[in-house]
């Protein structure tokens, strides 16, 4: 059975760095490319970042891009989220995704497990 945890969530200023972690059960983490995507309150969820198995290739979400870093330890079966300079409109749910394949993508569809979500409020 595969259960993600996310931690690292919580209360931060405008201009504030959060890093949150995704710690993922099971013996299938190397195998597969690893997704955050987040959920503000009254949205819908959407991509944030994604890195492949090797964590050689890593794609962000344009709103993101220079701010947040994805990051991975196989040996340790977690994935990382470094987020820097954060914005109000940053707040949201952020979740870790296990994908489907070793590819990474931007496509919830492309992802089959899920944590349970970890709150990022940033305030003004």
């Known amino acids: 059975q595969v259960q993600l945890v996310e931690s690292g969530g919580g209360l931060v200023q405008a201009g504030g760095s959060l890093r949150l972690s995704c710690v993922v059960s099971g013996r299938i983490f190397s195998w597969y490319a690893m997704g955050w995507f987040r959920q503000a309150p009254g949205k819908e969820r959407e991509f944030v970042a994604t890195?492949?198995?090797?964590?050689?290739?890593?794609y962000y979400a344009d709103s993101v891009k220079g701010r947040f870093t994805i990051s991975r330890d196989n040996a340790k079966n977690t994935v990382y989220l470094q987020m820097n300079s954060l914005k109000p409109e940053h707040t949201a749910l952020y979740y870790c995704?296990?994908?489907?394949?070793?590819?990474?993508?931007?496509?919830?569809?492309?992802?089959?497990?899920w944590g349970q979500g970890t709150p990022v409020t940033v305030s003004s």
């Open positions: 995704a296990v994908g489907r394949g070793a590819v990474i993508s931007a496509r919830g569809n492309d992802y089959n497990y």
């Open positions: 890195i492949n198995l090797s964590g050689g290739s890593t």
